[in-house]
């Protein structure tokens, strides 16, 4: 069946680099994509969205990129804090408006 | 807002015993989804909800498993007989009615069956 998966499981970065986070989906008719962040003893938190129209979508510090063309999504994380590890998914809109979760990249940030 | 409210937030059991978990949506959200998380299988959705239906089960292992959602502001999850490998964290999140769906989760109950 179509999933959702991510390329790294584990990802160490320096305080104040840049993070990029992919992940790859495999359902070609997804039109709706989140990324989520979750820290440790918490339950997932919302940190972007992007729509299939779009390739690229900016908010604060973080960017959200779809490449429709290669089923690929990727989170960029700008200047990395310590407050930004945590796991993270990529989770994409099912048929029936349920959310299809990934299995989670762990960001750790080394000061 | 108080969020999604879930509780217990732990509940330790013994294998065999019937195990129920609560969930409060947002007041106002028409989804509602419960999740279970565990290290070896990562977030799964187990079954959801809307306006008080459930609208996919697939997900729900067993007949061991069941949900209710009774109201628009309650729903539960049941475990019976529960066993060792239920262990994980459950989730319960609610969304709006809306195109896009930006899902809020409660902050977990953590059940560990001995």
């Known amino acids: 069946g179509e999933s959702v998966g991510l390329h790294l499981p584990t990802l160490s970065v320096q305080e104040g680099d840049n993070s990029i986070i992919n992940c790859a989906y495999s359902?070609?008719?997804?039109?709706?994509f989140i990324w989520y962040k979750q820290e440790s003893g918490k339950g997932p938190q919302f940190i972007i969205d992007?729509?299939?129209?779009?390739d690229k979508r900016q908010g604060q510090r973080v960017t959200v990129l779809l490449n429709k063309t290669v089923k690929h999504l990727s989170l960029q994380i700008a200047a990395t804090q310590p407050g930004d590890s945590a796991v993270y998914f990529c989770?994409?809109?099912?048929?029936?408006?349920?959310?299809?979760f990934g299995a989670g990249t762990r960001l750790t940030v080394k000061p | 807002d108080a969020g999604v409210i879930q509780s217990p937030r732990h509940e330790v059991t013994e294998m065999g015993q019937e195990v129920t978990l609560r969930c409060k949506p947002i007041?106002?959200?028409?989804?509602l989804f419960w999740y279970r998380q565990t290290m070896m299988r990562g977030l799964e959705l187990l079954i959801y909800?809307?306006?008080?239906?459930?609208?996919?089960d697939s997900g729900m292992p067993e007949d061991r498993f069941s949900a209710k959602m009774p109201n628009a502001s309650f729903s539960t999850l049941k475990i019976q007989p529960s066993e060792p490998r239920d262990s994980a964290v459950y989730f319960c999140?609610?969304?709006?009615?809306?195109?896009?769906?930006?899902?809020?989760f409660g902050p977990g109950t953590r059940l560990t069956v001995l």
């Open positions: 999140a609610s969304s709006l009615i809306s195109e896009y769906n930006e899902q809020f």
């Open positions: 359902n070609s008719a997804s039109d709706y």
């Open positions: 992007i729509r299939s129209n779009m």
């Open positions: 989770a994409e809109k099912g048929n029936n408006n349920d959310m299809r």
């Open positions: 007041s106002g959200h028409d989804y």
């Open positions: 909800f809307n306006n008080n239906v459930p609208i996919d």
